[in-house]
C-alpha cells in the first residue's frame, strides 16, 4: 500500500509569483485535505476536495485554489504569493463514504511541501 | 464552532519519566478527537483517534489518552518517554466523519537525558 506523496520537497518562490503543489494520495482514498502550518503553529485547514469537487474551504483568499483529478491526486494553486505564505503545506488523503458512511474517519498525512516566499 | 487549547507550549521530562500532554476542546456538538505527532522535518503521524466507546483510547508507541466529556478535554500519556519521542504533539477535532481537522498550536515534547 502505497503512502501519501507530495512534491516537490521544497520551493523557493518570489513575492507575486504563482506555485503549483502536488499530491498523491493513498492507495484507495478518493478525499484529499490540504492544510497550511506556518513556523511554530498548528497546521490550518485550506480545503478539501472529494470526487473533483471542493468540499469544504477554511478562512483562506481565493488566490488559494485546488483541483483533484480522476486517479484522486490533487493540486494545490496559489496565486500572487504573499510573504506570509512562506509555510509548510501538508496534504491529507482519506476515503470518504457514500450516505450512509463507509467513511475511514482518519486522514493520513503526507511529509508535505516547504514552501519558501522571498 | 470547534476550538482546541493545548495548554503548554513546551514541556520538558526525563528519559523514563511519565508525561501528560493536555488538550482542552470547545464543541457545542459531539466530535471526533485525534492526537498526531510531528518529528523533525517531517509530516504528520496519526497516534490515536477517540470515535466513541470506550474513552480510554490506546495508540502507538505506548501512548493512550483518555476522553472527558465533562470536563471537555482528551489529555496523551505515557508512562515512559524515550529519546525518540522528542517531537510536536498536536491534539485535533473533527465534527464529522471525513471533515476537516482543527488543530491545536502543538505541544513540544523536550526529552531530558
Same mark, same amino acid.
Given at each position: ?45 485550506? @480545503? ?12 483562506? #483568499? ?57 | ?72 478535554? @482528551?489529555?496523551?500519556?505515557? #508512562? ?34
Amino acid at each position: 500500500e502505497t503512502g501519501v506523496t507530495q512534491s516537490p520537497t521544497h520551493l523557493i518562490k518570489t513575492r507575486g509569483q504563482q506555485v503549483t503543489l502536488r499530491c498523491s494520495s493513498q492507495s484507495g482514498h478518493n478525499t484529499v485535505s490540504w492544510y497550511q502550518q506556518a513556523l511554530g503553529q498548528g497546521p490550518q485547514f485550506i @480545503f478539501q476536495y472529494y470526487r473533483e469537487e471542493e468540499n469544504g474551504r477554511g478562512n483562506f #483568499p481565493p488566490r488559494f485554489s485546488g483541483l483533484q483529478f480522476p486517479n484522486y491526486s490533487s493540486e494545490l494553486n496559489v496565486n500572487a504569493l504573499e510573504l506570509d505564505d512562506s509555510a509548510l503545506y501538508l496534504c491529507a488523503s482519506s476515503l470518504a463514504g457514500t450516505s450512509g458512511g463507509g467513511g475511514t474517519d482518519t486522514q493520513y498525512f503526507g511529509p508535505g511541501t516547504r514552501l519558501t516566499v522571498l | 464552532a470547534q476550538s482546541v487549547t493545548q495548554l503548554d507550549s513546551q514541556v520538558p521530562v526525563f528519559e523514563e519519566a511519565p508525561v501528560e500532554l493536555r488538550c482542552n476542546y470547545s464543541s457545542s456538538v459531539s466530535v471526533y478527537l485525534f492526537w498526531y505527532v510531528q518529528y523533525p522535518n517531517q509530516g504528520l503521524q496519526l497516534l490515536l483517534k477517540y470515535l466513541s466507546g470506550s474513552t480510554l483510547v490506546k495508540g502507538i508507541n505506548g501512548f493512550e489518552a483518555e476522553f472527558n466529556k465533562s470536563q471537555t478535554s @482528551f489529555h496523551l500519556r505515557k #508512562p515512559s518517554v524515550h529519546i525518540s519521542d522528542t517531537a510536536e504533539y498536536f491534539c485535533a477535532v473533527s465534527m464529522n466523519r471525513d471533515d476537516k481537522i482543527i488543530f491545536g498550536k502543538g505541544t513540544r515534547l523536550h526529552i531530558l537525558p
